[in-house]
């Protein structure tokens, strides 16, 4: 049995980290070993306790004095619009029909999928991004070749089908049958082969009729075990629109909530622009309001208000994300570098472990996974992250004055990319160095 023993400086979550100070909500080694064995942690602590319990044929790995971390987890991101990254001069009904429609055309071309399926996940991992809960497009080809690229990396990914049947191009459309139908196979061969995970995914409320979110509805009952994911309150003309195609209705989350969308594994992204009922009704459902600082401000649609959502009476679970290719980075260090500046523009802070509490531990509570990954604990599974704070000359000279571990935390965020991703490890494996090979 081959293990390895990964050294370096390891930092974990236990709970949301109340303030900067709140120790008892990590846990920091100076001096850290990680024993990897069968893609999992099987002990993880100070040093010299795990290299203990390390066999002889133990491969060491010294990673000092850089950061071990679990990796990082993106709530929401768009497998198809690798190349719709970088579009100008549109707000999101226009931004969809002009750019993201046409390009999401291209995957009826199965050999399109899977290229950007590789591409796309050479990406993740280049910027630490171990997990993603993943959007791919209509078509049925373009799931089967993320989850197959996927499931040869070893990766734990949820994603799905998008269902769509009107107001966008033939191109990108199926039908209420053919969306549950395919819907159905897919989950059939993917959900649990190996660490792949299906999500329900109606696109959102615009692009499905009445009929199709029925559907989603009838999908979500016959398999709650699974994730739904859709989109929410992102933009005022949205949900204008959202409004007149369903007149019957509250508002936009009334929607999803009739058709029994609502839930604990239910992923909506965006909810900027959530009225109090809206916001109690995703709180009591258990619902996730995903946060996607990059794409809300390149699409010019508003500020998530991550501290009163926190905070309210009835609290909200929250994810981030990149949304790419509303999104404009890859990278959940540059996300929540977006995200602390959306955060400051509502007033509020968020203190550095609470920022990278939400890319590990809090990302995954959101997902529903926190007991595979997000977390170093042992007996959870060996994806981590090793991060360079010194891997810029940029960065190297601003830690000549930083003397805490919040403030290369913070520096990490701020200034940090890809370049600061010296290593990942997928379930065990190092991947970023097959990427680079
Ligand atoms: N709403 C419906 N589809 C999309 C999408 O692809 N990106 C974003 N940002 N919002 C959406
Ligand atoms: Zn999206």
């Given amino acids: 049995m081959s293990s390895t023993l990964l050294r370096g400086r390891t930092l974990s979550f236990l709970r949301w980290p109340e303030t900067i100070d709140d120790q008892a909500a990590w846990r920091y080694e100076e001096d850290g070993g990680l024993l990897l064995r069968d893609g999992r942690i099987v002990a ?4 010299s306790d795990v290299e203990r319990l390390a066999g002889e044929a133990t491969e060491k790995i010294d990673h000092r004095p850089h950061l071990l971390l679990p990796g990082f987890i993106d709530a929401h991101v768009h497998v198809p619009q690798m190349q719709v990254i970088a579009s100008y001069g549109a707000e999101l009904l226009d931004w969809l029909n002009t750019y993201t429609f046409p390009e999401e055309a291209k995957f009826a071309d199965a050999q399109h999928g899977r290229r950007i399926a590789r591409l796309f996940l050479d ?24 989850f197959a690229e996927s499931h040869d990396r070893d990766m734990l ?31 059939k061969e993917w959900h649990g082969k190996g660490r792949q995970r299906y999500a329900i995914t109606p696109r959102f409320a615009i692009t499905s009729s009445p009929e199709q979110l029925e559907m989603a509805g009838a999908l979500c009952r016959e398999h709650p075990d699974l994730h739904m994911q859709t989109h929410l309150s992102e933009n005022h003309a949205e949900i204008a629109l959202t409004q007149d195609l369903y007149p019957w209705s509250r508002d936009y989350t009334d929607i999803y909530e009739h058709y029994g969308l609502l839930g604990k594994k239910s992923l909506f992204g965006h909810c900027i622009h959530l009225s109090e009922r809206e916001a109690d009704a995703l709180s009591q459902s258990g619902s996730v309001a995903v946060f996607c600082p990059t794409s809300n401000l390149f699409l010019g ?26 999104g ?19 007033g509020e802070k968020l203190n550095p472990f609470q920022s990278f509490w939400q890319i590990t531990r809090g990302n995954a509570e959101a997902l529903s996974v926190q007991e595979r990954v997000g977390t170093l604990e042992e007996g959870t599974d060996a994806d ?39 290593e990942v490890y997928v379930a065990g494996r190092a991947a970023k160095t097959d990427i680079a090979s």
């Fill in 384 to 422: 981590i992250v090793v991060l360079d704070a010194r891997a810029t000359p940029a960065m190297r000279l601003r830690m000549e004055t930083v003397t805490t571990l919040a403030q290369e935390l913070f520096l990490l965020q701020t200034l940090g990319d890809d370049r600061t991703v010296r």
């Fill in 123 to 146: 990406e993740m991992v280049r910027h630490g991004t171990t997990t993603v809960a993943a959007y791919c497009s209509v078509h049925r080809a373009s799931v089967e070749s993320f």
């Fill in 328 to 346: 404009t980075n890859y990278s959940m260090l540059r996300t929540m570098d977006e995200g602390y500046k959306v955060i400051a523009l509502n």
């Fill in 44 to 47: 993880a602590g100070a040093y």
């Fill in 301 to 326: 649609s508003g500020l998530f208000d991550y501290q009163r959502y926190r905070r309210r009476d009835k609290p909200l679970r929250i994810a981030t994300a990149t949304d790419v290719g509303g």
């Fill in 157 to 187: 990914n949820i994603a799905g089908k998008v269902m769509m049947d009107r107001n966008a191009p033939e191109g990108v459309l199926d039908t209420p049958q053919s969306g549950y139908d395919d819907t159905k196979a897919l989950i």
